[in-house]
C-alpha cells in the first residue's frame, strides 16, 4: 500500500538541471536584446515577422539543433532543453519560426527513414526552416484529413494554419495515400505562384498563412516511412501543445509585469491603483494561474527527459494538464492587462494590445482549455 | 542518517505495516475531521491515546531533537509518516498547536528552560496547547490585539478576551499575544509574547457553537489574571515578531512541525468515487460529460497545487516572484478544497440537504460536514482575503 503512494509520486517530479538553467539564462539574455517591445512593435508589419539576422544568431547558438540526433550535426538534449529557450521567446513576444522548426524536426525523427533524416536533418540543424501543413481547416481535435495524394502522387488540397509559411523552405503535409494517412514532403520550389495566402491573425507578432498543395507532384522518397501516422500525429500535438504552453507561460509573466508596473504607477484618488483590492486580487489571481502553470510546464519537460522522448499516459497528462493551465493563465492576464490600464488599455498604442492577442492566438494553437480537458476525462476519471 | 530511496521506501512499508495494525476501531461516535472540532470528553480520551500511542511507536516529532523528547532525524521520515496517516486515513493527530505551531517556534526560539518544560509535554499529549490571537474585535487585524499585559513584581497581570480558541477549555498552555505597552511607537512594538498557563485564578473559557453544530472553539477570558513573569517569551515588544513566526509555522511556510497531519483529507479520488456512486438517468453521475469537465478541472488545480511545493524547492525555477509560491499555498489548498467539497454537496440531489445526525446521509453527509469545516481554514491563520492582499504585497510588490 506504501509502495503504491510512493510511486505515484513519481508523477508529480521535476527536475531542472545545470544545463537547462544555462540554457534559460542564456535564452533570457538572447531574448531581451533581440525582441525588445520596441522591436516587436517594429515587426508587426512585417512580411516575415522576424529578422534574418536574429534567426541567424539564434542558429549559431545551436538551438535549431539541440533537440536533433548527435548523427545528424544537432546536440541531442531533447525537449526539455526546449522548453526553457520557447519560454524566454514568449516572455519577449519574440515570433521565430523556432517552434515550426522544432516541431517539423521531431516528425522527421519520428516519421521518416534514415535516409530522408539525413537529407533534411542536418539542413535544419543548420537553419533551414521546415514547418508542419496539418490542418484542413480550424479544428485542432480532427482525426483525419480530406487531403489526398493520388497514386501517381500527385497532391490535392489545401492547408490551414501552416505556420510560418512565409519563409518555409519544407513543409511537412499530413495526407490520405491509397486510403490511409501518411506525412509527405514537399519543397518551397515546388508550390505554384500564389499557393502561400497568408492569414490576418488576431496576433500580428505571428505569421501563418493557407497553403494550397493541389496539382504538386512529389517524388516517392518524399513520402515519410512511417505508416504509424496516427499515433505519431498524436505526439507531435502533444508537443505542439507543450511547447505553446512554455511560451504562454513566458509571455504571461511579462504580461504580469505590465500589469505591476502600471498598478505601482499610474495614481487616482490620490493614490497608485495597485492599492485597490478589486484590482491586488485579480492580480494575485493571475501569479497564481501562472504559477500553476509553469509548474506544470517544468513537470511535463522532466517527464520528457525520464522518458527519452516516448510520450506515455503520465506525459500526455502534463502535456495536456501544461496547455489548459497556460491558456487560462494568459487568457485572464491579457483580458485584465487591458481592463486595468483603463481608457489608455482600449488604445492600440498600448501594449496590453500585444498579450490579449497573443492570448487569443495561443489559446488556439494545439487545442483550447476545454479540448484538453475532454480529452484528459478518460485518462483521469478511470 | 540514511535517507536514499530504498531506506526510506523501507521504512514506509514499515509505518505502513505498524497503521495497518494500530487504527483503531471505529469508536461509534463521530470522530472530529480536522483538530478544531473536538468538542466531547470522549473525542478527547480518544484523541489522547492515539497521539500518545503513534509518539511511543516514535512516529511523532521524529526531526525534532533527542534530548527534548524527539528522535532527531531527517524531516522526510516525518513527511512520511504524514502521508502514511493520511494514506491510512488515521484519525488526527490533534494536538496541532503544541505539535505544529508552538513546539517548533519554542524549539527554534526559546530558552533551554522553556525546550525542556514544554516539548516533551506536546509531544505525548499530557500538555494540550491553545492559541491566544485573535480577538473579538481584531481578528485580520491582528497587529491591533488590545488584550492587555501589566507587570506587577513576579507576575503580569491580563485582562481582555480572546477568541477562536481551539482546545480553549482542555487546554494546559496558550501561546498568548498581549499588549504590555499600550504607548509604543508603532501597534506591533506594544506587544508581547507569553507561554501562558490556562488553569491560573481569572481565566475562564465559554464554549462557541459552530456552523456544523459542534464545539471544539472557545472564547477565553482575562480578568485580572496572574501569570508568572517568567511566562514572558523573549523581550517585552518582541510579541509581532514572534507571532508572526507562528503563523509562519501556522501556514506551513516554515517546516519543523512534529507532524502535519491534522485533518482528514478529503481530495479528487473521494469527489471520483462520490460520482461513481450518485446513479442519474440510469448512469454512474460520473459519466456525465460535464461533471467531468469540472472533475478534470479540480484535478488539474490539485496537481498545481502538488507540483508547486516540489518546484518551490528549485529556487532556479521560481526567481520571477521569489516569495510567491511559499505566500499563495495556504490560500489556493484551503480555497480548492472549499470550491471541491461545495461541489460535492451540489451533486447529490436533494440528499444534499441531509446532515450528519441522517442515516440516509451520503457517506455520513461528510461533504456538507467537510464543506461547512472547511471555512475555519479559508478564515482561521488569515483569512484568503488577508492573504491576497499578502501576496499582492509581498510577492508582486504592490502597494499597502
Known amino acids: ?172 503535409i499530413l495526407t490520405q495515400y491509397q486510403g490511409s494517412a501518411r506525412f509527405v514532403l514537399v519543397e ?95 492580480s494575485v489571481d493571475i501569479l497564481i494561474k501562472l504559477e500553476g502553470a509553469r509548474s506544470q510546464v517544468y513537470h511535463a519537460a522532466t517527464l520528457f527527459e525520464e522518458g527519452k522522448g516516448e510520450i506515455e499516459r503520465d506525459l500526455e497528462i502534463a502535456c495536456r494538464m501544461a496547455k489548459a493551465s497556460a491558456n487560462d493563465a494568459l487568457l485572464m492576464a491579457g483580458d485584465r492587462a487591458v481592463q486595468f490600464h483603463g481608457g489608455m488599455g482600449f488604445t492600440y498604442e498600448c501594449d496590453a494590445q500585444l498579450y490579449i492577442r497573443r492570448a487569443q492566438w495561443s489559446q488556439q494553437q494545439f487545442g483550447d482549455s476545454a479540448h484538453h480537458r475532454k480529452r484528459l476525462a478518460p485518462l483521469l476519471l478511470n | 542518517m540514511n535517507t536514499d530511496p530504498d531506506t526510506l521506501a523501507a521504512f514506509r512499508q514499515e509505518v505502513s505495516a505498524w497503521l495497518e495494525d494500530n487504527i483503531p476501531e471505529d469508536p461509534g461516535f463521530l470522530l472530529p475531521l480536522t483538530f478544531m472540532e473536538v468538542g466531547t470528553d470522549e473525542q478527547l480520551a480518544f484523541l489522547v491515546a492515539w497521539q500518545r500511542k503513534v509518539y511511543e511507536a516514535g512516529y511523532l516529532g521524529m526531526s525534532w531533537p533527542q534530548e527534548y523528547g524527539g528522535r532527531g532525524m531527517p524531516k522526510v521520515y516525518q513527511d512520511i509518516v504524514d502521508e502514511e496517516l493520511a494514506n491510512h486515513k488515521a484519525p488526527i493527530i490533534f494536538n496541532t498547536i503544541g505539535l505544529g505551531w508552538a513546539g517548533p517556534l519554542i524549539l527554534e526560539m526559546g530558552t533551554e528552560a522553556e525546550k525542556q518544560k514544554y516539548i516533551k509535554g506536546i509531544l505525548t499529549a499530557e500538555d494540550i496547547w491553545c492559541q491566544g490571537f485573535s480577538e473579538p474585535d481584531h481578528g485580520s487585524d491582528l497587529g491591533n490585539a488590545q488584550t492587555r499585559a501589566v507587570r506587577d513584581g513576579d507576575e503580569y497581570v491580563i485582562n481582555g478576551s480572546k477568541i477562536w480558541t481551539t482546545h480553549g477549555p482542555y487546554g494546559k498552555y496558550m501561546i498568548l499575544l498581549a499588549r504590555t505597552n499600550p504607548e509604543a511607537k508603532s501597534k506591533y512594538a506594544g506587544l508581547s509574547f507569553f507561554l501562558s498557563p490556562m488553569q491560573a485564578p481569572g481565566i475562564t473559557t465559554s464554549p462557541i457553537q459552530k456552523i456544523t453544530g459542534e464545539y471544539g472553539f472557545a472564547q477565553t477570558f482575562f480578568d485580572d489574571a496572574r501569570i508568572p513573569a517568567e511566562c514572558l517569551m523573549g523581550e517585552e515588544g518582541e510579541g509581532w515578531k514572534l507571532a508572526m513566526r507562528t503563523l509562519e509555522y501556522e501556514r506551513s511556510v516554515e517546516g519543523g512541525q512534529a507532524t502535519s497531519y491534522c485533518l482528514t483529507s478529503i481530495s479528487s479520488d473521494d469527489l471520483i468515487e462520490t460520482c461513481r456512486s450518485i446513479q442519474r438517468d440510469g448512469k454512474p453521475l460520473l459519466e456525465d460529460p460535464v461533471v467531468q469537465d469540472q472533475l478534470v478541472q479540480f484535478i488539474l488545480e490539485e496537481k498545481n497545487l502538488q507540483l508547486n511545493n516540489t518546484r518551490g524547492k528549485l529556487p532556479d525555477l521560481c526567481t520571477d516572484y521569489p516569495l510567491s509560491l511559499m505566500l499563495s499555498g495556504k490560500l489556493e489548498a484551503t480555497e480548492l478544497c472549499r470550491r471541491m467539497r461545495q461541489y460535492a454537496v451540489s451533486l447529490q440531489g436533494a440528499k444534499g440537504g441531509l446532515y450528519i445526525h441522517d442515516n440516509d446521509a451520503l457517506d455520513g453527509a461528510i461533504w456538507q460536514h467537510g464543506y461547512f469545516n472547511n471555512f475555519s481554514a479559508t478564515i482561521g491563520g488569515g483569512t484568503s482575503q488577508v492573504q491576497t492582499n499578502i501576496i499582492a504585497e509581498h510577492a508582486l510588490g504592490l502597494p499597502k
Not at chain 1, 514568449?90 to 533524416?117: D, K, V, W, Y
Open chain 1, 188 to 282: 518551397r520550389n515546388q508550390l505554384s505562384e500564389g499557393a502561400i495566402k497568408a492569414h490576418a491573425l488576431i496576433d500580428e507578432t505571428k505569421r501563418s498563412a493557407k497553403v494550397d498543395f493541389t496539382g504538386v507532384t512529389v517524388s516517392a522518397d518524399a513520402v515519410l516511412a512511417a505508416d504509424n501516422v496516427e499515433a505519431i500525429l498524436a505526439d507531435i500535438k502533444l508537443i505542439g501543445a507543450l511547447l505553446t504552453a512554455a511560451e504562454a507561460v513566458g509571455t504571461t509573466s511579462s504580461c504580469l509585469n505590465l500589469v505591476v508596473d502600471y498598478l505601482n504607477t499610474r495614481k487616482q484618488f490620490g493614490k497608485p491603483i495597485g492599492s485597490f483590492q478589486a484590482l491586488k486580487h485579480p
Open chain 1, 1 to 172: 500500500m506504501g509502495f503504491v503512494r510512493y510511486e505515484e509520486n513519481k508523477s508529480y517530479s521535476m527536475r531542472f538541471s545545470e544545463e537547462q538553467k544555462m540554457i534559460l539564462e542564456s535564452a533570457r539574455s538572447f531574448c531581451q536584446d533581440t525582441s525588445s517591445i520596441e522591436q516587436v512593435r517594429k515587426l508587426l508589419e512585417s512580411a516575415q515577422g522576424y529578422e534574418d539576422n536574429v534567426w541567424q544568431q539564434l542558429v549559431e547558438l545551436g538551438w535549431t539543433g539541440i533537440a536533433i540526433a548527435e548523427a545528424f550535426g544537432g546536440s541531442e538534449l531533447g525537449i526539455e532543453a526546449v522548453v526553457p529557450i520557447v519560454e524566454s521567446m514568449g516572455r519577449n513576444l519574440s515570433a521565430t519560426p523556432f517552434i515550426s522548426c522544432t516541431l517539423a524536426a521531431q516528425l522527421l525523427l519520428r516519421a521518416a527513414s534514415p535516409e530522408q533524416q539525413q537529407r533534411w536533418l542536418p539542413k535544419m540543424v543548420e537553419g533551414q526552416i521546415a514547418t508542419l501543413a496539418l490542418l484542413d481547416n480550424e479544428d485542432w481535435g480532427a482525426d483525419n484529413t480530406t487531403h489526398q495524394l493520388s497514386d501517381d502522387l500527385v497532391l490535392t488540397g489545401e492547408k490551414w494554419f501552416v505556420d510560418d509559411a512565409a519563409t518555409a523552405e519544407l513543409f511537412i
